[in-house]
């Protein structure tokens, strides 16, 4: 059992940065790979990036690549989105998620993962 908690989001204008965090507890965070997935209105949950298990293999959404990376703190059972250059098609509700039973390779389905957050509002104004 895993319980996520993201925090981070807000109003930034375009052009911007936020960095949003996941807080991580339950089973221990250095053995599972973490994911952000976004969702704006009327659209389904996409993915936006991965992280392995160690933090050293990452994977990004076209739509993101340069602009979004993510991060973890182990130490801290903490994942991390820093987001710069945010446009307002980046607007969405923002959830991390867990995968507890894969090979602990960040993973792009969002079926891969078995623990998501509550999300986080991340709104850019034009």
């Known amino acids: 059992q895993v319980q996520l908690v993201e925090s981070g989001g807000g109003l930034v204008q375009a052009g911007g940065s936020l960095r949003l965090s996941c807080a991580a507890s339950?089973?221990?965070?250095?053995?599972?790979?973490m994911g952000w997935f976004r969702q704006a209105p009327g659209k389904e949950r996409e993915f936006v990036a991965a992280?392995?298990?160690?933090?050293?293999?990452?994977y990004y959404a076209d739509s993101v690549k340069g602009r979004f990376s993510i991060s973890r703190d182990n130490t801290k059972n903490t994942v991390y989105l820093q987001m710069n250059s945010l446009k307002p098609e980046d607007t969405a509700v923002y959830y991390c998620a867990a995968d507890l039973y894969g090979s602990g390779r960040p993973a792009l389905s969002r079926t891969s993962y078995e623990y998501w957050g509550q999300g986080t509002q991340v709104t850019v104004s034009s």
């Open positions: 339950g089973r221990t965070f250095s053995s599972y790979a």
């Open positions: 992280i392995n298990w160690r933090g050293g293999s990452t």
